[in-house]
């Protein structure tokens, strides 16, 4: 069973950056994956804002588009979200996962708090 292990949020002021991390603990199911980082605001659905395919392939939510930036690491069984141009409504719970739908391939990790606030 993969465990997915996010890191890297914290408290940001609006325009600022942060970079979450994102480990996989399996990485020859890893490797094979489309990947994606979604998130989810208090009160609100979880939504799917970036995904990369294993030929590194990128696609964005109109909402990220140009100020986030999804990357991978196979030899690291890693994912990345460079987060630019942080703004109040980017305030979520960040979680990655093998997107199917909006829904995750394997169990969803513990998620990490990113709270973009002055």
């Known amino acids: 069973q993969v465990q997915l292990v996010e890191s890297g949020g914290g408290l940001v002021q609006p325009g600022g950056s942060l970079t979450l991390s994102c480990a996989a603990s399996?990485?020859?199911?890893?490797?094979?994956?489309?990947m994606g980082w979604f998130r989810q605001a208090p009160g609100k659905q979880r939504e799917l804002v970036a995904t990369i395919t294993r030929g590194a392939n990128k696609n964005y939510a109109d909402s990220v588009k140009g100020r986030f930036t999804i990357s991978r690491d196979n030899t690291k069984n890693t994912v990345y979200l460079q987060m630019n141009s942080l703004k109040p409504e980017d305030t979520a719970v960040y979680y990655c996962?093998?997107?199917?739908?909006?829904?995750?391939?394997?169990?969803w990790g513990q998620g990490t708090q990113v709270t973009v606030s002055s």
């Open positions: 399996s990485g020859s199911v890893f490797s094979i994956n489309t």
């Open positions: 996962n093998a997107p199917q739908g909006n829904q995750g391939g394997f169990p």
